[in-house]
C-alpha cells in the first residue's frame, strides 16, 4: 500500500499522466473560465450551480456579479463561497447586510475588510460580540471617516499626538525619544454607482 503512493509521486515528477490529474486540469479550466472576463451571463449562471465550490467562489468574486446569484450564493452550504462573496468589488448592499448574519467567522471577517461594505453593515460588525470582527469593522469605519475629507497640514500639526503624555506626567523612564513621523494612511475613494461592470 505505502509503495503506491511512492509510485504515484514518480511517476507525476517523471511526467506520467496520473488519473487525477486530468480531473483537477479540466477543474482548473472551469475555474479560470468562471474569472473570465465578458463571460455571457447565461454561462455565469450556469457556472454559480456547478458542484465544485472552487468554480462557486470564482463566481462569487467576479465585481460583475449578478444580484439575483449574489443572493443564491449567500445562502452557499460552503463558507469559503460566502467569503469569496463578502469579500468581492461588487457586493450588493442588501446582500451585505445578508452576510452580516452569517454564523461563520471568516465570512463576517471578510465583509469587514471589505471597501464595498456599506456603513451600516459597518456600524453593525462594529457592535459585534466577537473582539476581533468589531475591531476589523472599527478600523474600515475609521478609514471611510479618514478618507470622507482629507485633513489639511494646519488640523494635523494641531491635533495631539496618539499616546502621548500630557506634560504633568512623569516623563518616559526610557528616555527622550526624537519623534516619529508616519506617512498618511492611505484612502481609497468610494465607489461610484453608475459605473459600469468590466
Do not use: F, Y
Amino acid at each position: 500500500m505505502a509503495d503506491d503512493g511512492w509510485s504515484r509521486a514518480l511517476m507525476a515528477a517523471s511526467g506520467v499522466p496520473v488519473a487525477s490529474e486530468s480531473r483537477d486540469d479540466g477543474l482548473r479550466a472551469v475555474v479560470m473560465e468562471a474569472r473570465t472576463d465578458g463571460l455571457p451571463r447565461e454561462r455565469v449562471i450556469a457556472l454559480a450551480q456547478h458542484r465544485e465550490p472552487a468554480v462557486r467562489e470564482a463566481v462569487a468574486a467576479r465585481p460583475d456579479c449578478p444580484l439575483g446569484m449574489q443572493a443564491s450564493l449567500a445562502h452557499d452550504r460552503r463558507a469559503s463561497v460566502r467569503v469569496a462573496l463578502a469579500s468581492g468589488p461588487g457586493l450588493a448592499g442588501s446582500i451585505a447586510g445578508v452576510l452580516a448574519q452569517d454564523r461563520e467567522l471568516s465570512v463576517l471577517k471578510a465583509l469587514a475588510r471589505n471597501a464595498a461594505t456599506p456603513r451600516p453593515v459597518l456600524e453593525r460588525l462594529a457592535a459585534h460580540r466577537r473582539d476581533d470582527v468589531a475591531r476589523l469593522a472599527r478600523r474600515s469605519l475609521d478609514g471611510v471617516v479618514l478618507g470622507a475629507a482629507p485633513a489639511t497640514v494646519a488640523e494635523i500639526e494641531e491635533r495631539p499626538r496618539a499616546g502621548a503624555a500630557p506634560a504633568s506626567e512623569e516623563r518616559s523612564p526610557v528616555g527622550d525619544r526624537a519623534s516619529r513621523v508616519l506617512a498618511p494612511r492611505p484612502s481609497v475613494p468610494p465607489r461610484s454607482e453608475g459605473r459600469s461592470p468590466r
